[in-house]
Each structure stands twice: as C-alpha cells, then as structure tokens.
C-alpha cells in the first residue's frame, strides 16, 4: 500500500487533483510564469509538515546508503584537464563537490518518498508547469529517486544538471549556508557561453539568485541551462536533505555509466545496456 496523496501533500491548498479547480490554474500558471522567465518554480510546503517528518525520517533510516564522495570537478562534471581548451576556461575549472546521494534502490517501494515521487497526479501537475504534455519518472534505478546529503562540510560545486528537469524537496534545511544559488538560463542549446559561465566561476555574483527555501517546498527547475550549485554547509550546523526526483520527457532513459560510477559508486546491469543504445536530446557537450 503506497501512501496516500492527501496525507503527503494539502490538496486544499494544491488541488493537484482536482486540474479544473481555479486554484489548480492558478498555481500552474504562477509556476509557467516562473519557469519561463527564471526556469525555477517553488511551490511552497506542497509537502504537508507532518509528511515532511516522515520524509526526513525515511532519509536519516536509510543514511547509512548514502554515496559520498568528494572530487574536484568542472560544471560538466568531468574531473580531468582538456588540453583541447586554454587553461582559464569552464571546461579547466574545477571546483569541490562533497556530498552524497542516498541511491533509488534503497528506498521503499510504498515509503511516503517514493509515494510521492510515483504519484502520477503529481507527475501530472509537474509536467503542467513545464507545459509538457506528459513526464515519466526517470527510469534510472539509481539516480531517479535520490536525496542530496550535504553534512558539515559539505559543498555541491556549480554544475549543469544532465537531466532535463529535476523536482526537489527540501527536506531538512541546514542552519546556515547550504543555499542553492542558481544563474538563470546562462547558456542554451545552441550557445555554450563559455564567458560568462566563467565569470560565475570566478566568484561574479552578475544574474546569480539565492533561493529562498523551506522544508516542504517543492522546486522545479530547468537544470540543463542554468548554472547552479548549493553553498557549503558549515561544520557544526545541521545537515542539509533534499529529496530529488528526477522526470524525463521520454520513458525508460537511463543514465551514463562514468556519471553513475561518479555519484553512485557502482553501476547496474541497466547502465551497461544503456550504454549501447542512449536517448540523447541535444548536443551539448554533457
Ligand atoms: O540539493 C539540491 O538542492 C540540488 C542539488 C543538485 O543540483 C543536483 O543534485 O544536481
Ligand atoms: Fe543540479
């Protein structure tokens, strides 16, 4: 038995399901209009206080899951030099990323996390935002369902996302730093805009946004063209989760096998086959 919608999320509040309620347009409509001039959308405590306990407790029952990890990477999350490329470029500047990911394979079939990241009245709605006409859970069995651990210490380097969009709760918020920063639409499909990614990189603060999030509030955010990263969390404070489910256009796309290795430390049998034949849908450089 999955947990229910209601109990999860106020559907009085967010009538996601009921779409011809006024206040359903209203959300969807003030979320497009987030997405389309910011490609970010917050949907304030979607996730009932009550639900966000049980989240956060599904979270700390399976930490001992977690993949940490700690490398120094460009925001294309490649680790290594490329000659191909002068020395003070995006593609040469590496920064720490020092957290971990509680993998989708650990979560509980019918938990309140993966209930709400399955609900496909939610789905519904989360594509309704995007203004696409339908979205599937990522079929990667590691990476589409995960939650982002940042303990003290932790930093999660500025980095393009790989994925078209991600859906991410905060779960537990940090007492201090563990904000995510996030320079809106800095590159597109056709321009890579090297130059002012490298600025960011350099410490500009031109076109960057701190977001202001509470645990419970639901984030969609076009990943795959703004520049974003969560800032250290300093030693001492609480750690920061996040819940982070991650939608695809297509059905059944799956991961790369060198980033899995990276976040997850192992692979699975699906990566390798995936491999083979990859739904890929543009071409930037990852
Ligand atoms: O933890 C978050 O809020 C987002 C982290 C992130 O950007 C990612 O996992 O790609
Ligand atoms: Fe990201």
């Not at 496909?120 to 079929?139: N, Q, S, T």
């Not at 059905?251 to 430390?265: A, D, E, H, N, S």
């Not at 083979?276 to 543009?282: F, G, L």
Request: one cysteine or more.
């Amino acid at each position: 038995m999955t947990v229910e919608l209601e109990r999860l999320v106020d559907l009085d509040r967010y009538p996601i399901d009921r779409p011809d309620d006024p206040t359903y347009r209203r959300v969807v409509d003030a979320a497009r209009q987030g997405l389309r001039s910011v490609g970010c959308a917050v949907i304030q405590s979607l996730v009932r206080p009550e639900a966000v306990v049980s989240l956060n407790d599904e979270i700390v029952a399976n930490k001992g899951t977690t993949h940490f990890s700690t490398q120094s990477m460009n925001p294309y999350f490649h680790t290594e030099v490329n000659a191909d490329f002068p020395e003070r470029h995006p593609v040469n500047t590496f920064s720490e990323r020092s957290s971990g990911f509680i993998p989708g394979d650990s979560w509980l079939a019918d938990g309140p996390t993966n209930s709400l990241f399955r609900s496909p009245l939610l789905a519904r709605f989360i594509a309704d935002c995007l203004e696409e006409d339908e979205l599937h859970c990522y079929a990667d069995p590691l990476a589409g369902l995960t939650a982002n651990i940042l303990d003290p210490g932790h930093v999660f380097a500025w980095h393009f996302d790989t994925n078209d969009f991600a859906v991410t709760v905060l779960v537990q918020e940090s007492d201090e730093g563990g904000l995510f920063e996030y320079s809106p639409g800095i590159r597109s499909a056709e321009d890579e805009n090297f130059d002012g990614i490298q600025a960011v990189l350099d410490g500009g603060r031109d076109g960057v946004t701190t977001l202001q999030l509470r645990p419970g509030d639901l984030q969609i955010f076009r990943g795959r063209h703004s520049l974003h990263r969560v800032t250290r969390v300093p030693s001492g404070s609480r750690p920061r989760h996040a819940a982070i489910f991650a939608y695809t256009r297509e059905p059944g796309v799956i991961g790369r096998v060198t980033r899995t290795r990276q976040l997850f430390g192992r692979v699975l049998q699906e990566h390798l086959d995936a491999e083979v034949a990859r739904v890929r849908s543009d071409a930037l450089i990852d």
